[in-house]
T-cell receptor, first 113, second 111 residues
Framework: SAVISQKPSRDICQRGTSLTIQCQVD?????MFWYRQQPGQSLTLIATANQGSEATYESGFVIDKFPISRPNLTFSTLTVSNMSPEDSSIYLC??????????FGPGTRLLVL | KQEVTQIPAALSVPEGENLVLNCSFTDSAIYNLQWFRQDPGKGLTSLLL?????REQTSGRLNASLDKSSGRSTLYIAASQPGDSATYLCAVYGSNYKLTFGKGTLLTVNP
């Protein structure tokens, strides 16, 4: 298993600003993922972040809006840029230390006014 | 494109009742299937992982089944308790570790 922490746990931001979310894992993992859960919706994969390579974004998500860093095997950041109220969501990171098994962080609850 | 559907969207039962949550997926070419629990304001807790070669998995009062050919999975909860109240999410693994989630079933167990 893996223990994952995220910072901040929640935030309220003004439109037009940016927020960087941190994800820390207690062990080295190659594969890390970022998800978004909009109100009343299911989780949607934003991107896959593997250390040593550029993040791979899913359809509908772009690097300019959601830049991701993965400086080492235990840490990653997701930035939500130029925020609008539509970005109000829960953002979760996950890791896959074993094949086809993912563990999730507690999430970051973002409200954009 | 994989789509995951969960039925019912919400369920309210009295304490002690046995219940079944349903999950269906459109593409049977999955690797594993995982059931999660999400409490309000919290992250996801993994409940059961069923590998593609397995038919079911059990953990305590929980039993999950998988029928790949029909694209279905069920989560059985025995002797439900108020502490079981949460949203239950079904997710399937496709290629490249990608998870596709259903929208979840909101379960309320009344004392």
């Amino acid at each position: 298993s893996a223990v994952i922490s995220q910072k901040p746990s929640r935030d309220i931001c003004q439109r037009g600003t940016s927020l960087t979310i941190q994800c820390q894992v207690d062990s080295q993992v190659t594969m890390m993922f970022w998800y978004r859960q909009q109100p009343g919706q299911s989780l949607t994969l934003i991107a896959t972040a593997n250390q040593g390579s550029e993040a791979t974004y899913e359809s509908g998500f772009v690097i300019d809006k959601f830049p991701i860093s993965r400086p080492n095997l235990t840490f990653s950041t997701l930035t939500v840029s130029n925020m609008s109220p539509e970005d109000s969501s829960i953002y979760l990171c996950s890791v896959a230390p074993q094949v086809e098994t993912q563990y999730f962080g507690p999430g970051t609850r973002l409200l954009v006014l | 494109k994989q789509e995951v559907t969960q039925i019912p969207a919400a369920l309210s039962v009295p304490e002690g009742e046995n219940l079944v949550l349903n999950c269906s997926f459109t593409d049977s070419a999955i690797y594993n299937l995982q059931w999660f629990r999400q409490d309000p304001g919290k992250g996801l807790t993994s409940l059961l992982l069923i590998q593609s070669s397995q038919r079911e998995q059990t953990s305590g009062r929980l039993n999950a089944s998988l029928d790949k050919s029909s694209g279905r999975s069920t989560l059985y909860i025995a002797a439900s308790q108020p502490g079981d109240s949460a949203t239950y999410l079904c997710a399937v693994y496709g290629s490249n570790y990608k998870l596709t989630f259903g929208k979840g079933t909101l379960l309320t167990v009344n004392p």
